[in-house]
């Protein structure tokens, strides 16, 4: 979803104002997405399929009904981002390493948590809502160096899973007044 602007109008004669940005706190779209990702881990498959393919029908001009056999088999083609030698090579589908039970690598339910997470990873775009799915699937993060032809070039560090930087840090008056702060990395 890209945020809507709106201008308002400060001097009418010159025409001038200010272009403010509207952030829509509850979207019906990431709604459906969130209650698809429940289905999928209550094991209600075909429901799940039947609210990603009303998102993906009202966000892109397409007439494809997804099916647990159809995600299934389009993320076995596709293959996990940073899987390479020099992990660089990006992808659409992530290692996931929830705190919770999922079923295994290449199973209908990772597949169908993959498409759901890359749907929303649309919904929310600029947002900053990947932060949510990055800390409960436990997702590794590159940071990559971009050459000049636009393709990573180097890895200059990792948000590894179980990295202590996922906890947002203390506010640095809370930690004046006694508050520990929360670990991180050397």
Request: include cysteine; hydrophobic fraction near 40%.
């Given at each position: 979803?890209?945020?809507?602007?709106?201008?308002?109008v400060t001097n009418q004669a010159a025409g001038t104002g200010y272009r403010r940005a509207l952030n829509v706190?509850?979207?019906?779209?990431?709604?459906?997405?969130?209650?698809?990702?429940?289905?999928?881990?209550l094991g209600q498959n075909d429901a799940a399929c039947a609210d990603m393919t009303i998102w993906m029908k009202n966000y892109f001009?397409?007439?494809?009904?997804?099916t647990p056999t159809s995600v299934k088999t389009f993320f076995e083609?596709?293959?996990?981002?940073?899987d390479d030698t020099d992990k660089l090579v990006p992808s659409m589908k992530k290692h996931l390493?929830?705190?919770?039970?999922?079923?295994?690598?290449?199973?209908?339910?990772?597949?169908?948590?993959?498409c759901v997470l890359n749907l929303r990873r649309v919904e929310t775009l600029h947002q900053g809502l990947r932060w949510f799915d990055i800390k409960r699937y436990n997702i590794e993060i590159p940071r990559r160096l971009i050459g000049s032809d636009g393709k990573p070039s180097?890895?200059?560090?990792?948000?590894?899973?179980?990295?202590?930087?996922?906890?947002?840090?203390i506010p640095q008056s809370a930690h004046e007044a006694g508050v520990a702060l929360n670990p991180r990395n050397n």
């Open positions: 979803m890209c945020l809507p602007l709106e201008f308002e706190s509850f979207s019906m779209g990431e709604a459906l997405l969130n209650r698809a990702e429940a289905e999928i881990m001009n397409t007439t494809k009904t997804l083609g596709v293959r996990y981002a940073y390493h929830p705190r919770f039970t999922i079923d295994k690598e290449g199973s209908v339910q990772e597949a169908l948590l993959q180097k890895n200059l560090d990792w948000l590894k899973k179980d990295d202590p930087r996922q906890a947002v840090q």
